[in-house]
């Protein structure tokens, strides 16, 4: 049998990295083999931040749809940027989400995030949809194949901002449509 590294560790049948299955995973976990020093989860959920100039990029897992998550203990776990909200900012009312500023799924700096309603989420997308074909938001090609339709859905109600031989004209009017009855679509407004 060999003998883990670690001191005061005994044989082990298996070595990874000259130390026993136990220590192993305690070192990969938490960075190190002495049990005392076991990071708060505080201090684990920070050490998986890439801080850059701007986004705080969560570098641990990731969900599907580009979301972080964070396991707090072996049983629950937490979406990353939420997470970081609330150890910066308190909960999160009920009813209310965190929209990214930033626009980046994976990023959890709290600066780069505001509480919102699911429809004002909405506004501030800064993706297109699956099916969009002119590569603006709220515009598409008329039946005719000659003109651009510009609209915007506002709480269930469709509003048309015109029909254009223009590309560039019909994004310009679905811009002020939006910025006339939405109230968080920030790329909007610094388009505009």
Known sequence: MKTCSVVGCGPASRLI????????????????????KTPTT????????????TCWIWVGAL?????????????????????AWEQMN???????????TCHQRACVNPSHLRIATQKQNIENMGVLRR??????????????GRHWVARVEH????HSAGLFLDLDEAAAAVIALRNKLFTHNDLDRRLA
């Open 17 to 36: 990295s000259g130390m026993c299955s136990m220590h192993y995973q305690r070192s990969r976990k938490y960075g190190t083999t002495d049990p005392r």
């Open 42 to 53: 505080e201090e684990r959920f920070w050490a998986k931040v890439n801080k850059t100039e």
């Open 63 to 83: 969900y599907s749809n580009g979301y972080g998550h964070f396991g707090l203990n072996a049983s629950r776990g937490a979406i990353a940027h939420r997470f």
């Open 90 to 100: 308190g909960k999160i009312p009920g009813g209310k989400i965190l929209d990214h």
């Open 131 to 144: 099916d969009n074909t002119s590569g603006v938001r709220g515009v598409h090609r008329h039946s005719n």
């Open 155 to 158: 709480f269930g109600v469709t």
